[in-house]
C-alpha cells in the first residue's frame, strides 16, 4: 500500500475529539462494533471505501477495522473530506487514507487508485465511482472482490444501469435502498444540514426568502420541510407528476423552472440529474440569486453556461463566489456547486449516519456471510437487516412499541371475516 495522502497530519487531535463527539450519537454502529470486535466478524477480509470523510465515517471505518478487516479510504467527493478526521484516522487507527479536502479531479481519482491497492474483497462506494473505476482502469483487481455496497441514489443508479448494460462484474447492496436509509438519511439529514451549509456560507436569513427546492425526492422533501420551518417562502421544480402533486399536497407552490428562476432568492437542486438551472434560467434570475446544489454531483446547475454569460467573477467570501451578468445582475454560486451540505458545513449529523452506516456495516457481513451465493447484480438490503436496525434505533431512544397479538396475527393473514 502507498503512504497515506492527507493534508496534515498534525490535525489529529482535534479530529479525534470531533471523531469521539459523533459516536455519542451513533449507538446503532456502537453494538455493531462491540459485537464486530468480539466476534471479528471480518476477519481477514479488505475493505476499500469510497466516502465522504467525514467524523461519522470515521467511526464506521473503525468498527470494521474492529471486526478484522484491512481498510482503506478515499473522498467521495474533491470537497467533502475533513481533514482533522483523515489525521486521526492515520494516526490513531492505522487506516489507509487518500483524501485531502478541495484535492482536484485528478487527485481525486489518484486517491481512489490509491485505495484500490488494499486489493479489495469489499468495495464500498458513495456515488460508484469505486466500483467505475474498478471495471474501467484496474480490472485486475475485479478476482479478489467478492461484492459491494452503494450509499447513495445517483451510485444505486449508475450501478443498475452497469448491471442493465450486463456489464457489473460483482454483486451490489444498495444500501440506499434500505428504509432506515433513505427515509431518514436523505430526508431528515440532507434537509437539516443542507440549510446548514447554506447557513454556514451566506449567514443569510431565511425567513421571509423565496426558497426554489429542485427535486421533489428524499432529500427534496426534507429540504423543502426545513427550508418552510426556518420563515421561508417555498418552491418546488418537479418533473415527475406524482411527486409534484405531493408537494402540491404538502403546501409547497410547484412551477416549472423558468417560472421559479424569476421568483426565486435561493435555489438548491436535489435531483441527481444534469444542468436543472441552466442558462436560460440564469438570465430570468433576479439580482443576488444565491444557486447551490445538493445533489451528489455538481453537474445540476450548469457551471459552464454561467462562467459563459458572465462578465466579472469574484470570491466573495468562503463557498460563495459573484458572477456579474451583463445587465449587471449578480448571481451567487454556492460551494462550487458541490454538495453544499459537506462543502460548507460538516455533513448529515451523527445520528442519522447511525443508521446508514449500520447498515454499511451489516451489509459487509452479510457479504462474508452469504458473498459467494450472489449473482452479478444490484441487491435491496435484506428486510431484516432494515427491521434489526430500526429496533436497534427505537431501542436507543428508549422508545417502546406494541406487538401484535396472536388474535391479531390471525386476522391480519386471513380473509374470511370481512364487515
Ligand atoms: N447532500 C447529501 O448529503 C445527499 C444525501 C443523500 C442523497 N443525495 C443525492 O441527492 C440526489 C437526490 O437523491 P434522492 O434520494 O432525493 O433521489 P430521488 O430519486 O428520491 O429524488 C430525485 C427527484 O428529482 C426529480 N428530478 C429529476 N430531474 C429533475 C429536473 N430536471 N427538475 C426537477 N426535478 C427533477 C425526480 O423526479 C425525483 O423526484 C441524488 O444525487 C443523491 O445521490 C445527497
Redesign the pocket.
Known amino acids: 500500500m502507498k503512504k497515506p495522502h492527507i493534508a496534515n497530519v498534525n490535525l489529529s487531535r482535534t479530529g479525534e475529539k470531533r471523531i469521539e463527539w459523533a459516536a455519542m450519537e451513533m449507538p446503532v454502529l456502537r453494538k455493531i462494533r462491540d459485537s464486530f470486535k468480539k466476534e471479528k466478524t471480518l476477519k481477514g477480509v479488505s475493505i476499500a471505501c469510497c466516502l465522504h470523510v467525514t467524523t461519522e465515517t470515521a467511526n464506521l471505518v473503525v468498527a470494521l477495522k474492529d471486526g478484522g478487516a484491512r481498510v482503506s479510504l478515499c473522498a467521495s467527493n474533491p470537497l467533502s473530506t475533513q481533514d482533522d478526521v483523515a489525521a486521526a484516522l492515520v494516526k490513531n487507527h492505522g487506516i489507509y487514507v487518500y483524501a485531502i479536502k478541495g484535492e482536484n479531479r485528478s487527485v481525486y481519482y489518484r486517491h481512489i487508485l490509491s485505495a484500490l491497492e488494499i486489493k479489495p474483497n469489499i468495495t464500498m462506494d458513495d456515488?460508484a465511482d469505486l466500483v467505475t473505476t474498478i471495471h474501467q482502469r484496474k480490472r485486475e483487481y475485479l478476482r479478489d472482490v467478492q461484492a459491494g455496497t452503494e450509499e447513495?441514489?445517483?451510485?444505486v443508479i449508475r450501478l443498475r444501469s452497469m448491471a442493465a448494460s450486463g456489464v457489473l462484474d460483482y454483486p451490489i447492496i444498495a444500501v440506499?435502498e434500505a428504509n432506515t436509509k433513505?427515509m431518514f438519511?436523505?430526508r431528515y439529514?440532507?434537509g437539516q444540514?443542507?440549510i446548514d451549509g447554506i447557513l454556514r456560507a451566506t449567514n443569510r436569513l431565511l425567513a421571509g426568502a423565496s426558497f426554489v427546492v429542485?427535486?421533489?425526492?428524499?432529500?427534496?422533501r426534507g429540504l423543502a420541510m426545513r427550508a418552510r420551518g426556518m420563515g421561508a417562502s417555498v418552491i418546488v421544480?418537479?418533473?415527475?407528476p406524482l411527486?409534484a402533486l405531493e408537494a402540491v399536497m404538502d403546501g409547497f407552490q410547484v412551477m416549472p423552472?423558468p417560472m421559479a428562476a424569476r421568483k426565486g432568492d435561493i435555489f438548491c437542486t436535489?435531483?441527481?440529474?444534469i444542468n436543472?438551472i441552466d442558462e436560460k434560467h440564469f438570465t430570468l434570475m433576479k439580482d443576488g440569486a444565491m444557486v447551490c446544489n445538493?445533489?451528489?454531483?455538481n453537474v445540476e446547475i450548469n457551471i459552464d453556461a454561467l462562467e459563459r454569460l458572465s462578465v466579472k467573477k469574484r470570491e466573495i467570501r468562503e463557498y460563495v463566489v459573484e458572477y456579474t451578468l451583463p445587465t449587471g445582475r449578480r448571481i451567487f454560486l454556492l460551494g462550487e456547486g458541490r454538495?453544499i451540505?459537506?462543502a460548507a458545513a460538516e455533513?448529515?449529523p451523527a445520528s442519522v449516519m447511525d443508521m446508514s452506516f449500520a447498515n454499511q456495516s451489516l451489509c459487509a457481513e452479510y457479504i462474508v456471510k452469504s458473498g459467494e451465493k450472489m449473482a452479478k447484480k444490484v441487491y435491496s438490503v435484506p428486510p431484516e437487516i432494515d427491521r434489526k436496525i430500526a429496533q436497534m434505533k427505537l431501542l436507543s431512544m428508549g422508545v417502546k412499541i406494541d406487538r401484535l397479538t396472536a388474535r391479531q396475527r390471525e386476522y391480519l393473514t386471513s380473509w374470511q371475516e370481512g364487515t
Open positions: 456515488g447513495t441514489t445517483t451510485g440506499n433513505h438519511d436523505n439529514g440532507t444540514s443542507t429542485s427535486g421533489y425526492g428524499w432529500c427534496g421544480t418537479e418533473v415527475d411527486r423552472m436535489v435531483t441527481g440529474d436543472v445538493s445533489g451528489h454531483f454538495l451540505n459537506l455533513g448529515h
